[in-house]
């Protein structure tokens, strides 16, 4: 395995990229499997996590650890031993019915994450994102963003393959992270990806995120196509993710270069679609999730093929999350 993610350059990614760097078959799925498997971390310890309600509805799932901080804030969490909501763990949190609106709800929640933030909850970046059931269902509560493993709600998000076309080869545009990124620093990125926060539709995010991280006019990123989603699962101690990525496809001009604005991203690169493929297959330098979304792009465009082993199986993986 090439150098560590976090101190890799350029010129690693794009050397381990070269064919002629190893003699590994290019119809072995191996490495895209261990990437998908990288996203979807200890199923096996969900039974350490307490379901969350609001209501009748499951909002997320709370680890039995982090849980024990929350019994200092009865007029907020309220705790039950009894399996009387099926949920074969023998018991549950729920948020006090007390807080009957979603803006009470959000208040009362935001008290205890400040309360906890310094020692528990780090990252605080006072972004809210939305807590629902599924994606369809009404809003039962906001919730800071870094807080929303803690509580192991579900989390929507919107990533954006940035593709051109040269003499008839396909080339992705691929940010790599500031070294000042508090998450995942100094891994390689898509050229527009963010969390979908609160009361913004995902078109209008990916909108806006064009923009924010890469300078691409609106006239261009209206153009971006919707094509699908990927989900995973992850649970990293006491955080457990659950995430719902929207996919979008951008073709862009020959002459396009990516700007970012917003100082999140080092630079960027254009990289022939076969080269990503060997820096996915071969190394840890992408940011986890955004592996599954270039796979999902691979498949899309014909660089995986039914011919190759597991086909399916790596299909199927794409979405091994509660895509709902």
């Not at 002629?20 to 200890?42: A, H, I, T, W």
């Not at 994450?113 to 780090?122: D, F, R, S």
């Not at 862009?252 to 254009?270: A, C, I, M, R, Y």
């Not at 592996?291 to 190759?308: C, M, N, Q």
Request: hydrophobic share 35%; proline share 6%; glycine share 8%.
């Amino acid at each position: 395995m090439p150098s560590p993610a976090h101190s890799f350059s350029w010129d690693d990614a794009l050397r381990v990229s070269l064919q002629e760097y190893s003699q590994d078959n290019p119809s072995n799925l191996s490495g895209f499997f261990e990437r998908v498997k990288l996203c979807n971390r200890g199923s096996e310890l969900q039974s350490e996590f307490l379901p969350f309600f609001v209501g009748s509805d499951i909002a997320g799932y709370i680890h039995y650890r982090f849980a024990n901080h929350l019994r200092d804030f009865p007029d907020v969490f309220i705790f039950s031993q009894d399996d009387s909501r099926g949920s074969g763990s023998g018991g549950h949190v729920s948020l006090c019915p007390s807080l009957r609106t979603p803006d009470d709800r959000t208040k009362a929640v935001a008290s205890v994450v400040e309360y906890l933030a310094e020692a528990l909850i780090p990252g605080i970046r006072k972004e809210l994102y939305p807590v629902k059931s599924s994606f369809d269902s009404p809003i039962l509560f906001s919730l800071e963003r870094a807080a929303a493993p803690y509580f192991g709600i579900k989390v929507y998000g919107v990533h954006m393959n940035g593709y051109a076309e040269r003499n008839g080869e396909e080339f992705l545009w691929i940010g790599k992270r500031s070294h000042e990124k508090s998450t995942f620093p100094g891994m390689l990125d898509h050229l527009v990806a963010g969390g979908l926060p609160h009361d913004i539709a995902c078109g209008e995010n990916i909108i806006k995120e064009c923009e924010e991280e890469a300078g691409i006019p609106r006239t261009i990123s209206r153009r971006a196509i919707p094509v699908g989603a990927v989900s995973y699962m992850d649970i990293d101690g006491v955080r457990f993710k659950r995430d719902v990525l929207f996919c979008y496809d951008l073709k862009l001009p020959q002459d396009f270069t990516p700007n970012n604005q917003d100082g999140e991203v080092e630079s960027f690169k254009l990289i022939p679609v076969p080269q990503v493929v060997n820096i996915i297959r071969r190394t840890n330098f992408f940011k986890p999730n955004c592996s599954l979304v270039i796979i999902d792009f691979l498949f899309r465009h014909g660089y995986i093929k039914p011919e190759y082993d597991g086909y399916l199986d790596l299909l199927r993986s794409l979405k091994s999350g509660d895509c709902s």
